[in-house]
């Protein structure tokens, strides 16, 4: 059974900073590309960052400078650092990894950008 589990979600100040966690498992994790998507309320779910299973990493122009995205595979974790986090970041950040035809999306964690 395949699992994907978000955790570092919190309410902070603009300015602030977050690390994001998604532990994976059921899957190979090094074979996978691992994405960051978030989905802020009324509006489409969004890239933010994604990392290929070579570690190369592509972002969203919103938070380039901003959100690095790393992996683990030793601890089949993939991690988002959010740093400078403004208010228009608020959203529920998901985990997605993908390799192929096969995708998987974890549930969510909730990031709330507010003073």
């Known amino acids: 059974q395949v699992q994907l589990v978000e955790s570092g979600g919190d309410l902070v100040q603009p300015g602030g900073s977050l690390r994001l966690s998604c532990a994976a498992s059921g899957i190979s994790f090094s074979l996978y590309a691992m994405g960051w998507y978030r989905q802020a309320p009324g509006k489409q779910r969004e890239l933010v960052a994604g990392i290929t299973s070579g570690g190369s990493t592509n972002y969203a122009d919103s938070v380039k400078g901003r959100f690095t995205i790393s992996r683990v595979n030793a601890k089949n974790t993939v991690y988002l650092q959010t740093n400078s986090l403004k208010p228009e970041d608020t959203a529920v950040y998901y985990c997605?990894?993908?390799?192929?035809?096969?995708?998987?999306w974890g549930k969510g964690t909730q990031v709330t950008v507010s003073s």
């Open positions: 997605n990894a993908r390799l192929g035809p096969q995708e998987y």
